[in-house]
């Protein structure tokens, strides 16, 4: 249908198309407000017979027993805290280094190769990292790092115990190297939304590099850095295979992070299509029901604070 | 003390750089080494038989993305317009903000949704099942990314095609968007690589295949399955075969993105 200059002096446009178009659109609208309606309602539907046999309980015990239909996801939930805790410990330095660095330090032409750079470890599939993780860093931390830390470390009781390789400390490390990129990404958008006076302010006062960063630049975008981390944080809590690889996948609560674990996650990868039995199905949509209330606090709350440095311009879609 | 900053940042960056050249480096050099004619033609052979391959799995993973965009990019795309064009609104903020919410779900979790929504209803696992999980992904992505180059035209445009009598519809498609397109397609296919390695939400929803399989509605084999079974397996042969099929994966991402970026800039899909 042509839409002709004469048609609208005669006053004969039909305002029929538009209106079916518009409503289109608002039902596209619409449906990304019931996605997130039926991701609920499937996840608390289907965890209603676990919820009812085990109640509060449910979460704080420990005893993980598909024969005897007794279901604790204690271990899981203290797997995915202190392997995302873990993941952060290491990546925040890294990634905020990394940001300074972009931002502050690098001539021009090579910020926009790293940047590219450091953004490509976020198109990497999760698998791959895996299956680098299995067959290059696993044997690297049991040769090296585990024996080297149980040296040094080992009178804190977190790095004692025989060296696999596989465990938590594995799973930590793989995640921080996959959350790096969320991070100094939004950190370095943070930063460069700065002004400029603040540095050059702190500069004239006579201060150095390092202070001028501490001082101007980093204390002034502290809530948007914290933002990214916790965006990261988000990523890490919810990150699937690669940790499933690596982890050890045993369901145990042990101090040391030499020992195998296993994440909320990671125990839907593994025993999910394979669950006989309702009860034992429903726990485990629990636990999925769980992590994805977690993930949305934790990410709700990270935008919010990525938003008050950024002026309200929408942070970007990486999460 | 300058000197010791920009020693310690620069140390970062090595630090951070070092695991992803190490990764593109033994994914090259293990993969490289182990595709051949076979892995890209056979299926895989049983426990101990060497060769073998995973065309099935290669297959199955363009049939599942398929399935995955031609759900995910419409209604992406079409949110992405009422965003835009109609979302200056209380609605659409909460629509703008559930989309960034579910951007954040893990993807085991919409594994889960999909599981129940079309795996308990058919029955079986499915190569639709895992369309739909992907989907569910894809959406949010492509209507964020979609807005935001929406915006990008000047409100003028718009106001002169209104000038011009054109209704709101036909502008909104043929100079609004048709304006955006390079933008919007860049979002599409960030959406597309972002999915076309997920293996979380494929376990319990096409659960992967052996052999070849036709049937949309059957358990169909993806590559990142494939990969990961074969990764955690104990066999070598097995091994060299997931590096080979991760390199196929990453090749496959990365071609498929720019074909369609060539595309583009071509002008053959600028009418799209």
Not at chain 1, 35 to 64: C, P, T
Not at chain 1, 124 to 139: C, E, K, T
Request: with cysteine; aromatic share 10%; glycine share 10%.
């Amino acid at each position: 249908m042509e839409a002709k200059p004469a048609s609208l002096l005669q006053g004969k446009v039909s305002e029929l198309p538009d209106a079916i178009f518009g409503w289109a659109m608002r039902l596209c609208g619409l449906a990304v407000v019931s996605l997130l309606a039926l991701i609920v309602w499937e996840l608390v539907v289907r965890s209603q017979l676990s919820w009812h046999a085990f109640g509060w309980k449910f979460f704080v015990q420990s005893d993980w027993n598909p024969v005897e239909e007794q279901f604790g996801a204690l271990p899981f939930i203290y797997g995915t805290l202190v392997s995302s805790l873990l993941s952060l410990v290491i990546a925040v330095p890294l990634a905020v280094g990394v940001a300074v660095f972009i931002t502050e330090m690098c001539p021009a032409g090579l910020r926009g190769i790293l940047s590219f750079t450091t953004e490509l470890l976020a198109a990497i599939p999760s698998v791959i990292y895996g299956l680098w993780a299995i067959f290059v860093l696993v044997p690297l931390l049991r040769a090296y790092v585990q024996p080297f830390l149980a040296t040094t470390l080992g009178w804190t009781g977190l790095f004692t115990g025989p060296p696999y390789g596989i465990g938590m400390l594995a799973a930590g490390v793989i995640l921080a190297i996959m959350i790096i990129p969320i991070i100094s990404s939004i950190t370095r958008e943070v930063l460069t939304v700065v002004p400029q006076h603040q540095r050059e302010a702190v500069l004239a006062l006579g201060a150095t590099r390092w202070e001028m960063i501490r001082v101007g630049v980093l204390r002034n975008a502290r809530a948007g850095i914290v933002g990214g981390v916790i965006l990261g944080l988000g990523r890490a809590l919810g990150e699937t295979m690669a940790v499933t690889m690596v982890i050890g996948n045993r369901p145990e609560i042990a101090k040391s992070l030499f020992a195998p674990g296993y994440t909320m996650a990671s125990v839907l990868a593994n025993e999910f299509s394979e669950a006989s039995g309702d009860t034992y199905l429903s726990a485990l949509v629990e636990i999925g029901l769980a992590l994805f209330l977690v993930t949305i606090v934790v990410n709700a709350m990270a935008r919010l604070m990525v938003w008050s440095v950024t002026r309200g311009q929408p942070a970007r879609n990486i999460a | 003390m300058d000197h010791v900053t920009t020693g310690v940042a620069l140390l970062t960056v090595v630090l951070v750089l070092l695991p992803l050249g190490a990764i593109f480096a033994y994914l090259i050099y293990k993969g490289a080494g182990s595709i051949n004619w076979a892995f890209l033609t056979q299926t895989p052979k049983p426990v101990g038989e060497p060769g073998g391959g995973m065309a099935n799995a290669i297959v199955g993973s363009v049939v599942i993305l398929g399935i995955a965009s031609f759900m995910g990019v419409p209604l992406g795309i079409g949110a992405g317009i009422y965003l835009s064009e109609y979302g200056r609104n209380r609605f659409g903020d909460i629509v703008r903000f559930i989309s960034d919410v579910l951007n954040g779900v893990p993807s085991i979790v919409i594994g889960i949704v999909a599981y129940g929504l079309v795996v308990l209803r058919q029955g079986h696992f499915s190569a639709l099942a895992g369309g739909v999980a992907l989907a569910i992904m894809m959406v949010p992505t492509i209507a964020r990314t979609t807005e935001q180059m929406l915006l990008l035209v000047p409100q003028a445009m718009r106001e002169a095609a209104y000038g011009l009598g054109i209704p709101q519809w036909r502008t909104t498609l043929s100079i609004t968007l048709r304006t955006a397109t390079s933008g919007v397609i860049t979002g599409v296919m960030l959406a597309f690589a972002r999915v076309a390695g997920e293996t979380a939400p494929l376990l319990f929803t096409a659960f992967g295949n052996q052999f070849w399989n036709w049937k949309s509605d059957q358990p169909t084999a993806a590559l990142s399955l494939q990969i990961f079974s074969y990764a955690i397996s104990p066999f070598d042969e097995w091994h060299r075969q997931a590096w080979a099929g991760a390199l196929v994966l990453i090749v496959l991402i990365v071609s498929a993105v720019s074909a369609v970026r060539i595309a583009v800039s071509r002008g053959t899909l600028a009418g799209a």
